[in-house]
């Protein structure tokens, strides 16, 4: 699928997504203001229809000053003349069972004057039986005012919402199943465009020994070549090294795939890591000089036996040290150490080389992962050589750490247990 065609369907799909979350938050908005409206009705309309019945039971011509809501769940009702106050709960219970109020609350009694608290209690519909007059001792020459607080206000909104909220639930799930869907596209999207790359690199890979090969057969079928055994020699030995090659780079592929499948077995023996260390940089030395590089060895170990299967380890020094030659835009320094540390060896490799930049420090061990480089391929390989290397010092129970600046260069660090204290 082309990159544009994926862009275009993950803008599409957030902008869906928003849209729709965007809608089930302005439903929700207004089924909770509805909610409350329908609320504040029910309050209002109890409410008066207890100050009514409070000022039937006055012996006083009483007048009501209004019926105020002083914030989202208290109401004050208001009189101008004194009022009997003793049916006052009473009133309160029935009046909010008839308008559907179920919800409890808090009524206290205040003298106008002073604004002193008189009386009041919180009362729970649920638990609330036969309910008697009030006990009060309220003189009739003084006015009282009476706030009511609904304390489960929210409570009692949200409780006819429970359908809203298990769609909302269900939102939640369907964007999370979406945005998984939409990680898992890019994933095999980037996985099919490393494999495509892994294809192409191998596909260079082989075309250059396989064309090598097969100039150097056409030429030894020629006739006169028998007449000349030092031509014939050159081209056999070409054939030969192309072949050795072509061995190596199938072989690279086979041990992932052994890696992968389970089916690779070490060979342990004792192994004094720092005599592998000096037959394995001869093979490079040559390499090195033709650069005009250094390469710098501190082999500052004491103890340097580890069990460890000698041919695999090679080849985690010999990708190490390959790398950090192939991925040198100058001329190359290279600083190979060792240290005991944590009861082991800790081996060094160090460059100068173009680094990697932080993003890919992640994924540089993965499978056919090769740094992003733009349009320019000028390093060869299939991605597989630091994937080796982290699964082989994995097999051999060791730590592999990477510490790297672009532009500055890499450190790959690598430990291994030590076989014994003992100095060498």
Not at 83 to 108: H, P, T, W
Not at 109 to 126: A, K, N, P, W
């Amino acid at each position: 699928m082309a990159r544009a065609a994926i862009r275009n369907i993950i803008l599409l799909a957030f902008i869906s997504l928003a849209g729709i979350i965007a809608t089930q938050v302005f439903w929700i908005k207004k089924a909770i203001d509805l909610k409350e409206q329908q609320f504040n009705h029910r309050a209002y309309v109890a409410l008066k229809s207890v100050a009514d019945r409070l000022i039937q039971d006055s012996k006083y011509k009483v007048q009501l000053d209004g019926i105020n809501r002083k914030s989202s769940n208290y109401y004050t009702i208001d009189f101008s003349s004194p009022v009997n106050v003793s049916m006052l709960e009473n009133y309160l219970v029935i009046e909010s069972r008839n308008q559907n109020l179920n919800a409890d609350f808090e009524y206290g009694i205040f003298e106008c004057t002073t604004d002193s608290f008189y009386y009041g209690r919180y009362v729970d519909l649920d638990k609330i039986g036969k309910i008697k007059r009030l006990r009060v001792k309220a003189k009739p020459s003084e006015n009282y005012y009476i706030g009511v607080l609904f304390p489960k206000q929210r409570t009692y909104l949200h409780e006819d919402l429970e359908l809203l909220i298990f769609f909302s639930v269900v939102l939640l799930v369907v964007i999370g199943f979406f945005t998984y869907t939409i990680l898992v596209i890019l994933r095999q999207k980037k996985l099919s465009e490393i494999k495509n790359d892994f294809v192409n690199n191998m596909t260079h890979e082989f075309k250059t020994p396989i064309s090598t090969i097969a100039l150097s057969s056409d030429v030894l079928m020629r006739d006169d070549i028998i007449n000349n055994p030092e031509r014939l020699k050159h081209y056999a030995t070409i054939i030969s090294e192309e072949n050795k090659r072509l061995k190596s780079q199938v072989e690279s592929v086979l041990q992932v795939s052994q890696i992968e499948s389970n089916k690779l077995q070490l060979n342990l023996t004792d192994v004094d890591v720092h005599d592998l260390i000096n037959r394995v940089i001869k093979n490079f030395e040559p390499r090195i000089s033709e650069l005009n590089g250094t390469l710098q060895i501190s082999l500052n170990a004491k103890n340097t036996v580890i069990s460890a299967d000698e041919v695999h380890l090679t080849n985690i020094l010999y990708n190490l040290l390959d790398n950090a030659i192939k991925y040198c835009d100058k001329v190359p320094l290279i600083q190979l150490s060792t240290q005991n540390k944590h009861k082991g060896i800790e081996i060094a490799v160090k460059d100068n080389g173009k680094g990697i930049d932080r993003d890919s420090h992640n994924m540089i061990f993965q499978k056919f992962f090769r740094v992003p480089s733009g349009n320019l391929h000028d390093v060869k390989g299939f991605g597989l050589g630091l994937f080796y290397v982290k699964n082989m010092v994995k097999l051999h129970k060791g730590r592999i750490a990477l510490h790297s600046i672009p532009k500055v260069g890499t450190t790959f660090l690598i430990w291994f247990h030590n076989v014994t204290t003992a100095d060498k």
